[in-house]
């Protein structure tokens, strides 16, 4: 093939590239602002001022602000998401797994992530506009990280105990990081990430010993 040939490809390449990277680094600039300013604060003009990047690119790739903070709180999320399994990848299959994996549950809610998207959640409350947006991005990522916990558990969750504990779990990591938006309580979030962690091993455990005991008796009457 010519270089004739392969000039536009190329171009269109380093268009695509630097158009990721604008999208990247509007997203990143939000989340930060969301934290640092509040929904209030945080201004399409200043996000593109702090992106750096221009008004126009930043209309471009975000026409509205619900759009633009929406995109980086998901954006953020997803790269979050991949993080904390690399941390969870790292963990042995010790006993103490289960605290540590509920650790980094409770951590991943404790984030900045969290602080943004809860500046979003509460301005949804009242904003009909930021509300459309927010209520299916609200109900993507709790998909998202319920399936996460049950594969850094290791867990069934097609039984419905299991289901509970998980669900539970996020409850819990999230109320933890409620708590924590006014004051730094990382001495009794870690008392109680271990408290939990204890009583959701003995919940699980009980919910397999029960799932085997009603695999037994469809197989013994299966049997007769």
Do not use: Y
């Not at 010519?2 to 939000?30: I, Y």
């Not at 201004?43 to 026409?63: I, M, Y």
């Not at 991005?137 to 594969?151: D, F, K, N, P, S």
Request: proline fraction near 2%; glycine fraction near 4%.
């Amino acid at each position: 093939m010519s270089e004739t040939a392969t000039a536009p490809a190329t171009t269109r390449q380093r268009q695509a590239d630097r158009s990721r990277e604008t999208r990247r680094k509007l997203m990143v600039a939000t989340v930060e602002c969301l934290v640092e300013r509040g929904w209030a604060g945080t201004t399409t003009t200043l996000v593109a001022e702090r992106a750096g990047v221009s008004r126009g690119a930043q209309l471009h790739h975000f026409p509205t602000r619900a759009e633009l903070v929406t995109a980086a709180v998901e954006h953020v999320g997803a790269e979050s998401v991949q993080v904390l399994r690399e941390r969870a990848a790292e963990i042995s299959g010790s006993d103490e797994r289960t605290v540590a994996v509920v650790g980094l549950i409770a951590d991943f809610f404790a984030s900045p992530l969290f602080t943004a998207a809860l500046e979003l959640w509460v301005a949804a409350r009242t904003d009909a506009e930021l509300h459309k947006v927010v209520l299916p991005l609200q109900a993507r990522l709790g998909r998202e990280t319920h399936r996460l916990a049950v594969e850094l558990l290791g867990v069934d969750d097609s039984d419905a105990a299991v289901r509970v504990a998980v669900q539970t779990t996020l409850d819990l990591a999230r109320g933890l990081a409620l708590a924590a938006q006014l004051s730094d309580d990382t001495r009794r979030r870690e008392r109680i990430v271990r408290h939990w962690a204890r009583t959701l091993d003995r919940d699980l455990a009980n919910a397999a010993a029960h799932k085997r005991t009603d695999q037994q008796t469809s197989e013994d009457e299966g049997n007769r």
